[in-house]
């Protein structure tokens, strides 16, 4: 069974523009979630979304949205972009999102200069 | 406000020995607990979990032993191997949202 995907995997921007990252869960998942890793806060989650729906979100600004599409692909849109944005930005994936595992694609590094 | 706690940045073992990762937390409300393991420029990979419900799960050589009183998680590794020199994050969840700790850098030694 084929992995949690994002696209792309690196990404460079310059500050005030916005950007969209891309996650495909594992085939029959339903939950996506959002993470930013950085090195000073590690890891801190941003949304989850389930059957299109946002279940809940982390504690960050109106600039971070997402979506999730019917066949449960999601997109991370970032607009405004500072230079605080650069991360790693992390997607999981679980059935359900209850009391289960999350799986994690290998993440979206984005550089803002 | 961290809720999750990995107080050791770094831990060092010898190869063959026991590695002991330790975790606290301070939100009650958390009821599934995990470990992932990183490697720089990947995302987290599922290492083990454990329900609120438990106090001990093993697989293989890894045991994650929850202590709900104390709001303390550790997890054991018997025995390390090179292959285990990673990050391991101490993870836990409530309400669909996982919060995660600092990370643990084990380096296993030759």
């Known amino acids: 069974k084929a992995g949690v995907t994002q696209t792309p995997r690196y990404l460079i921007k310059t500050r005030g523009q916005q950007v969209t990252l891309s996650c495909s869960p594992i085939s029959g998942h339903r939950s996506v979630s959002w993470y930013q890793q950085t090195p000073g806060q590690g890891l801190q989650f941003l949304f989850e979304?389930?059957?299109?729906?946002?279940?809940n979100k982390g504690n960050f600004p109106g600039r971070f949205s997402g979506r999730q599409f019917s066949n449960s692909r999601s997109e991370m849109n970032v607009s405004t972009l500072e230079l605080g944005d650069s991360a790693l930005y992390l997607c999981a994936s679980s059935r359900a999102g209850g009391l289960e595992t999350q799986y994690f694609g290998p993440g979206t590094r984005l550089l803002v200069l | 406000d961290q809720q999750v706690k990995q107080n050791s940045p770094s831990l060092s073992v010898q190869e063959g020995r026991i590695s002991i990762l330790n975790c606290d937390y301070t939100n009650s409300m958390f009821d599934y607990f995990l470990w992932y393991k990183k490697y720089p420029a990947e995302g987290p990979t599922f290492l083990i979990s454990i329900s609120s419900i438990k106090d001990k799960n093993e697989d293989g050589r890894f045991t994650v032993f929850l202590n709900k009183s104390a709001k303390h998680l550790s997890l054991h590794i018997v025995p390390s191997q090179p292959g285990d020199s990673a990050v391991y994050f101490c993870?836990?969840?409530?309400?669909?949202?996982?919060?995660f700790g600092a990370g643990t850098t084990v380096t296993v030694r030759a």
């Open positions: 993870a836990a969840k409530n309400d669909y949202k996982l919060s």
């Open positions: 979304y389930f059957s299109e729906t946002q279940r």
